[in-house]
């Protein structure tokens, strides 16, 4: 035979391994490779195919052996050339598979890859991209594949994929050991900063809100400042990450840096709100508190006064609850209506800005009436182990499923294991588990065709304020959250005759809908086993027992100095503190107001916070009182001491937040502790400490309300509330 038929027969096995190959028959693509080596052993390239030929077959250790074969006996400079030409069909074949999404396959090529040439980066890198693509990544293979160390190391990376890798690693195993490690050996190879901190923000907003790490977020931002040491954006998140894992000096300072750092209007407004969110929880800093709500109202009215609407929508949802503090802080609700209704209404402008194509969609369909509200939505980032998700469940309960299509929009459905979450996801007829993007989810609101839409959270979260001016449905309403937001969008603020003045009307945009006798009702509360006890904590059986459970935001010190002088004034009396906020800077605050007051600190309890709401619940009746606070009341905690037949002293005012425990007792029927001014709140506190009898007269109406009082009817509540959704809907046919 001659060379040029040889050769001829050599193309032909070729052309025939590959037809077979393309046609996934290995096997005679196999014989055909062996038949071209069985001709012409020197070509190598015949090796390097037939052992993938095996290798496709999973017989790894006859690939491994013909790969041997083909490189056996060559000097050193051939076996490298050799290896970097095996590499590449191998390579060549991986990216084939990976694009055919043949990822099982594509993983078996990359580790022989590996097993040849352990220090490629990239192809471990590809490796940790494909386990997680196959469901099999656990983070470990950050250490057992050596890829931190290699990075760590001058070594030439794709930059492209290793973002790649790192957004995916931080979607899927945020939470391993090694995951900052990794994240620090990816920085010496960014080569913009952007690209890196584009990735790290959304996914430490995630790691902190819906997986309930802050901490961890907190660590994983502070990354990116490496880069960008003055980046406004990674110093907000950074300082809510500080704030929301408890560290509130860390948290107070990094605003406070924000803040200096800020050279426009909106900038200062942001920096100003996370400053004061800060303060809040930290008591002794009530007085910088409200000199940063005087700087905040300034700063405000400066934007209202101008009017821009050109503001881009990741800055419009911090915009919705600038002005969050001010009910905490002061009780005028003309002013902090006045202010919250002007900044909604700027928010609603550039909302209409930016996305009026997609108001203009809503809008014609919800043009098209039909005679009687059908489908009702809730809206909400707290349907779960949260006060709104406590509170809320009897209405959703109890909802007449025959007349009513009712569906859940859950706003950042939370990635850890919450009963009361996974409770409401299966009450509802459609639950839609949602992340933090609102366009997302209005969009999933109006394709599902919701006629009347309640928003349950208000301004404490801005991506439910731009669902809501986004207006996906007909009919929409705030209730529960909070006070009304003020959004134009929004038709009505549900309430009832005490929780708002007669003349609240006047400083309100939605239209005030008074339902007949309560805004809430509940059908009780799971209790557990109390875990405190008088004299673990040092407390003679025969004391009286004052408790206040609230957190930071609500410790104005006007209402602490008067729970103070109710204590002075009762002998033998005790006082328990606890909620959530800066412990250290709580006991420094009340004992500083208790030396003033000339009140002993020994009579001070300072009590952590409990294991679950059944125990807190339980632990309440430690308690021979409890002490509302003011300008801010108690709204979850109030029901809850009523619940379990604690008398309870409140200091009504002119808000909605003033007004909440007023209102609860007025529904269970009991008017011995209401309190019109300060002197009447320490008038009640000291007389209900000192009259045991009218103590357990208290306590014994409390107990005969659970069967008659509107507070404690969950299914009469929810039939008001579903006529109150029909009369509306009527008012909306008729164009009222």
């Known amino acids: 035979m001659t060379s040029v038929q040889i050769h001829t027969n050599i193309t032909l096995f070729e052309q025939q391994a590959q037809q077979y190959f393309i046609k996934g028959n290995y096997s005679h693509a196999t014989s055909c490779y062996e038949q071209a080596i069985e001709a012409e052993p020197e070509v ?25 074969l083909g490189i056996a006996e060559g ?63 656990t983070g470990d293979e950050l250490n057992s594949l050596d890829v931190i160390e290699l990075l760590q190391s001058e070594v030439n990376v794709d930059v492209q994929l290793l973002l790649q890798v790192f957004e995916n690693i931080l979607n ?25 901190i584009n990735i790290l923000i959304p996914a430490t907003v995630k790691i902190a809100q819906s997986m309930w790490e802050p901490q961890i977020a907190s660590h994983l931002i502070q990354l990116g400042l490496n880069l960008e040491p003055k980046n406004l954006e990674i110093l907000r998140h950074l300082t809510a990450f500080y704030l929301k894992a408890g560290d509130y000096n860390q948290g107070i300072e990094t605003a406070k840096l924000c803040y200096s750092l800020s050279t426009t209007l909106l900038d200062q407004i942001f920096a100003t709100h996370l400053l004061q969110r800060g303060l809040m929880d930290a008591p002794g800093y009530w007085q910088e508190a409200c000199g940063v709500l005087q700087q905040q109202e300034h700063l405000l009215k400066s934007l209202i006064a101008e009017q821009p609407t050109n503001i881009v929508a990741t800055r419009v949802l911090r915009l919705f609850n600038a002005n969050y503090f001010a009910p905490y802080l002061q009780d005028d609700p003309y002013k902090n209506r006045q202010i919250q209704n002007q900044v909604a209404q700027l928010c609603q402008l550039n909302v209409q800005e930016y996305a009026s194509e997609v108001i203009q969609q809503y809008k014609q369909r919800n043009s098209q009436k039909i005679n009687k509200p059908r489908k009702i939505g809730y809206l909400s980032h707290c349907l779960s182990r949260h006060s709104v998700g406590w509170l809320a469940r009897w209405l959703i309960q109890h909802h007449n499923h025959e007349k009513f299509d009712v569906y859940g929009y859950f706003v950042n459905y939370k990635q850890i294991n919450d009963p009361l979450q996974e409770w409401y996801s299966q009450q509802f007829t459609k639950a839609y588990k949602g992340g933090i993007y609102s366009e997302d989810i209005a969009e999933k609101i109006y394709q599902d065709e919701i006629d009347i839409l309640i928003d349950l959270d208000s301004i404490t979260l801005d991506v439910t304020c731009e669902i809501m001016a986004l207006k996906p449905a007909p009919v929409q309403v705030t209730w529960l959250g909070w006070d009304a937001s003020g959004i134009p969008a929004v038709d009505y603020f549900i309430a009832d005759p005490y929780v708002l003045p007669e003349s609240a ?34 407390i003679p059986n025969d004391a009286v027992v ?10 104005h010190p006007d209402t602490a100095r008067s729970q103070m002088k109710i204590i002075k004034e009762v002998p033998n009396s005790y006082f328990l503190i606890k909620g ?33 709401e059944a125990v807190h619940r339980a632990n309440l009746t ?45 529904n269970v029927g009991v008017a011995e502790g209401i309190a019109w001014t300060d002197e009447e709140y320490i008038e009640w506190g000291v007389r209900l400490g000192k009259d045991e009898a009218l103590r357990q007269q208290v306590a014994l109406k409390l107990k005969a309300s659970r069967q008659t009082a509107p507070l ?25």
Not at 639 to 665: D, H, K
């Open 546 to 555: 004052y408790l206040s459970a609230q957190r930071g935001f609500k410790r």
């Open 172 to 196: 899927y195993a945020p939470l391993h050991p090694s995951i900052l490690e990794f994240a620090k050996a990816c920085l010496a190879h960014v080569c913009e900063p952007k690209s890196f």
């Open 580 to 612: 959530l906020a800066d412990s250290e800077a709580v006991q420094k605050f009340f004992m500083q107001l208790a030396e003033e007051e000339g009140v002993e600190c020994s009579r001070l309890r300072f009590v952590p916070l409990d294991t679950s």
């Open 622 to 666: 430690i308690a021979d009182v409890v002490l509302d606070t003011f300008p801010y009341n108690g709204a979850t905690t109030t029901l809850e001491t009523l619940w379990m037949g604690i008398p309870l002293v409140t200091r009504v005012g002119q808000q909605f937040a003033a007004r909440n425990s007023y209102t609860m007792m007025m």
């Open 44 to 68: 190598k390239m015949h090796y390097w195919n037939l052992g993938l030929m095996l290798l496709l077959q999973e017989q790894e250790a006859e690939a491994q052996m013909i790969w041997m």
């Open 75 to 137: 000097e050193a400079h051939q076996v490298e050339q050799w290896t970097v030409e095996l590499l590449q069909v191998l390579q060549t074949e991986a990216e084939r598979r990976e694009t055919l999404a043949d990822y099982s396959v594509a993983w078996a090529i990359r580790q022989h890859i590996r097993e040849i040439n352990p220090i490629d980066v990239n192809n471990l890198l590809y490796l940790i991209e494909l386990a997680i693509q196959l469901e099999t990544f």
């Open 505 to 538: 009307q006047g400083y309100y945009t939605e239209k005030i809908w008074r339902l007949p006798q309560t805004y809430i009702a509940v059908d009780g509360f799971e209790v557990g086993v109390p875990t405190l006890r008088r004299d673990s904590l040092d």
């Open 712 to 736: 404690w009817n969950g299914k009469q509540f929810t039939r008001e509330m579903e006529k109150a959704y029909q009369q509306m809907w009527q008012r909306y046919i008729d164009g009222k």
